[in-house]
């Protein structure tokens, strides 16, 4: 019986596929430690995204074998960076790994690693393939308890965004059928789970036979035990009225959208290959807020993109603050190996340009934060708690509301997964205070306030 450490770099999509790989090789008899010196293997489930996660790995690679003192272990390479540098994993005679396994290719890891200790020992055994069907729709993912949980819907991307490596290393789009969906939705509220997190790379653009993501998404919010529903990472190609209307007719559906803008500049999301403009996505904001009253936004947000002008990181601001939103994540553009930016478009603008540009869009986000959830101060919101002891403060909770703000309390006795009324007492721009609002005590009053 070996004894493996698995250790998780990147996107949801990732910790999904982790709890995938645990489900698939508890089956044949490994079991899972907590400490990567008890391991027999060690696997990095690596990300092919984040700014420099090859020089990461290369080096916890390194810092996994030094910390060993000679003691064996075999060492995986899993997921994006797999199949992003696939042929200077296989190649790097001073890269000490033993297998390689793609995002597609987890149920042969039982085989590779086999394949590691046998008669060819060094040869790293790999599996790299792209498939057009996997969706581990047959895996039920091995998960540690909690109140939220992920379902991966559909896997792959059709939307070849210039600068973005997810359709070479995780292939073309396909979707899970509804009712397998459900299936894993129903054994999840059964296992105590009260969210769920619908992922895809493209999660809107989810379509099996005549469902959409729209069906899909009524279909789990008629699960019994399930009372919060969130999904991640839409296009903002694929927003249709049918699917805003029913996140505002649907209590269950969390009222709160991740739109990722990348670019305030027509110009620049053309080159992007976003497929749509400045003014269409300003347009489906507005459309947006009229139909799901009191939504919150979060987006996305690459400065430095190749060619980007002055006047034209300009347009992202003027589109930031005429937005207003919630939150935002905002990146310095990077060249990822294999895409169309990399191949075709210099990184012509200089580094100190991308800080100053990160530097001013953060400071007038934390701006905007802070202003929209200071009007959430002295407004009574039902919040889901998430854990009864806050990681820093014992005396504290934390919780989160529908439009996703998380917000810390004083303990209250509740459970991880009750759902309670709050009033909010304070506000930061990265979090909201709050105190529960006893139904038993008068002196609270229970008036929501607008």
Partial sequence: MKKVFLETYGCQMNEYDSELVKAILAKKEYTFVKDELDADIVMLNTCAIREHAHRKIYGR?????HKRNGKPVKIGILGCMATNLRTDL?????????????PDSYKRLPNL????YGEREGSKPFDLTLS???????????????????????????NFCTFCVVPYTRGRERSRSVENVIEEARRLAADGFKQITLLGQNVNSYRHGDDDFADLMQAV???EGIERIRFTSPHPKDFPEKFLKLMAENPKICKQIHMPLQAGSSRVLDAMN??????EFLALVDKARQMVPGVALSTDIIVGFPTETDAEFEETVEVMNQV???SAFIFKYSERKGTIA???MPDDVPDAIKTERIVRLNDLQNEISLKKNEAYVGREEVVLIEQEQANKSPDMMVARTDTNKLVTLPKTGHKAGDLITIRVTGATPHALKGRWINPSDPTQGCNRAN
């Fill in 113 to 116: 690693i086999a394949e590691s």
């Fill in 274 to 279: 976003r497929t749509y403009t400045r003014e």
């Fill in 90 to 102: 296989l190649e790097n005679k001073n890269l000490d790994i033993d297998f390689i396994a793609g």
């Fill in 324 to 326: 207003q939103f919630d």
């Fill in 342 to 344: 990399q191949r075709k």
């Fill in 221 to 223: 919010s008629r699960v």
């Fill in 61 to 65: 690679v390194h810092d996994i074998r």
């Fill in 132 to 158: 057009e069907f996997e969706t581990y729709s047959d895996v039920y993912p091995a998960r540690e308890e909690g109140v939220n949980a992920w379902i991966a819907v559909m896997r792959g991307c059709n």
